[in-house]
């Protein structure tokens, strides 16, 4: 739950992308204007690394952002917050998640966390099947 310090008189913006599955190093990220908004800050940390503000812009005039730079394969969470002219900032956004190329999940619904260890599973989970699809005889421990 956020609490907003500010008395901006307007709204906090929603993050709304990057969305689909097979999001790629270099996704758009994107979310809604605000009313009054003169600039954007705008907040993503590394979920897989632990890593915190992996990009932080704190002066953009659109409602999106691209990174100049590849993002590795795993989970991100975003977070943005509207500036006004004069100073204030609104409060930031829902936290948003994402995954980056090839992680196997991808989430918008961030309301519950998942632990680590159910995260590794279905990835786990999610290896086997594609390995039962491909050519190869896997490895049994039947004789």
């Known amino acids: 739950m956020w609490i907003s310090l500010c008395n901006c008189g ?4 929603d993050v709304t992308g990057p969305t689909g599955a097979g999001i790629g190093p270099r996704p758009e990220l994107t979310w809604t204007a605000v009313t009054g908004a003169a600039g954007y800050d705008l907040w993503v940390d590394n ?3 632990g890593q915190r503000q992996v990009i932080r812009e704190l002066n953009l005039t659109a409602t999106s952002y691209t990174p100049s730079f590849d993002l590795t394969a795993g989970t991100y969470r975003v977070w943005v917050r509207a500036i006004a002219a004069n100073g204030p900032a609104s409060a930031w956004s829902e936290r948003f998640d994402f995954d980056v190329a090839g992680t196997g999940e991808f989430r918008t619904d961030s309301s519950e966390d998942e632990s ?3 995260r590794m599973t279905a990835r786990i989970d999610e290896l086997d099947a594609v390995l039962a699809e491909w050519p190869w ?3 049994t421990t039947e004789g």
């Open 47 to 49: 979920l897989t690394t």
């Open 137 to 139: 005889k896997r490895p």
């Open 116 to 118: 680590e260890g159910d």
């Open 10 to 13: 307007y709204a906090r913006p």
